[in-house]
């Protein structure tokens, strides 16, 4: 269905990443920006109060209809979840206790992961810092798509699906672009979730159960949340790396949105970025920028010239240092 995207590899490029020397540029003028570099201590209550409504949550879709497990999945369970995914990210980021601190925040992004069902915060962590210091790097960002991903889904119908299976792509990139042996945090990660996952299971039931594990895969697939994907680094225009997105879901998500500046500054924790983007507007107001991530998920399915290959890719030259 739908016409076949023309795009047949990914836009390969030979310049470095922008954000090292703008960020550069830019505290050379505003100095100032270093104030906003420090712990966010409000995420360690948010992340538990979230876990801990999702524990009510489990509770009281227990004993519900098959039909309103699924129901309460997508629309509470969902948006929960995603947002608890980007409240791992900060974490990965050492927001929450400093970068003086990492296995507290290690710790913190585990207890954060009971909510999602699916082990999680541990690897992220380790494969996100590559995706920061080796943005569209070859063989070592496993958030740009397999190449098979562009191949094949390269029509509406094919696009409207990898979106649904997001999840699924984001799970198996690592395995064949840049496996790590597991650590032995993963190890731990794992066994924490296991047994919380079993613990539901016996306390409140195998639709509890179905319920944290459906909220995770529906949340981070065809979700308008889930428009944060495509919107921070699909090229829509050519020549941009990266794109900020200034709607109002920036409030459930850590302002996951201010994406020029977090890759900019990544030591800054979500909740300064309006704060740094106003120090700095010279450098932000004028780049391409997004208020609806429902519409960017409606633009990338629609959008003949758009497909899982609109990314920018690079050969990286000089010593890589993997996380």
Request: charged share 20%; aromatic share 16%.
């Amino acid at each position: 269905m739908g016409n076949t995207v023309a795009r047949e590899d990914f836009e390969w490029v030979y310049t470095d990443q922008p954000h090292a020397d703008r960020r550069k540029e830019i505290l050379s003028k505003h100095p100032e920006i270093k104030t906003l570099m420090k712990p966010d201590y409000n995420l360690i209550w948010i992340a538990t109060l979230m876990v801990l409504a999702q524990l009510v949550a489990l509770y009281l879709v227990k004993d519900l209809e098959w039909k309103w497990v699924i129901f309460w999945s997508y629309v509470f369970g969902s948006c929960l979840d995603h947002s608890m995914t980007l409240a791992i990210h900060e974490i990965a980021h050492n927001s929450a206790f400093g970068n003086c601190k990492p296995l507290w925040n290690r710790w913190l992004g585990m207890f954060a992961n009971l909510a999602l069902g699916i082990p999680y915060s541990v690897s992220f962590k380790r494969y996100h810092m590559d995706h920061h210091r080796y943005l569209g790097g070859e063989g070592v960002d496993v958030d740009i798509p397999l190449p098979i991903e562009g191949w094949f889904f390269c029509t509406r119908f094919r696009k409207f699906f990898w979106i649904i299976l997001q999840p699924l792509f984001y799970a198996i990139r690592p395995l064949f672009i840049n496996p790590k042996p597991i650590s032995r945090l993963e190890i731990m990660n794992l066994s924490i979730q296991f047994l919380f996952d079993v613990m539901v299971y016996y306390v409140f039931g195998v639709k509890s159960l179905v319920y944290l594990i459906t909220a995770a895969l529906l949340g981070l697939g065809l979700h308008p949340i889930s428009g944060h994907f495509i919107a921070e680094h699909y090229m829509f225009l050519k020549g941009y790396e990266t794109y900020s997105y200034y709607g109002p879901l920036n409030k459930l998500t850590f302002n996951v949105g201010y994406h020029n500046e977090h890759h900019d500054f990544p030591n800054v924790p979500g909740k300064n970025l309006p704060l740094l983007k106003k120090m700095a507007p010279e450098y932000y107001d004028h780049l391409p920028q997004y208020n609806s991530w429902a519409k960017v998920l409606y633009d990338f399915v629609m959008d003949d010239t758009i497909s899982p290959y609109s990314r920018m890719k690079r050969h990286l030259k000089g010593e890589v240092k993997l996380e």
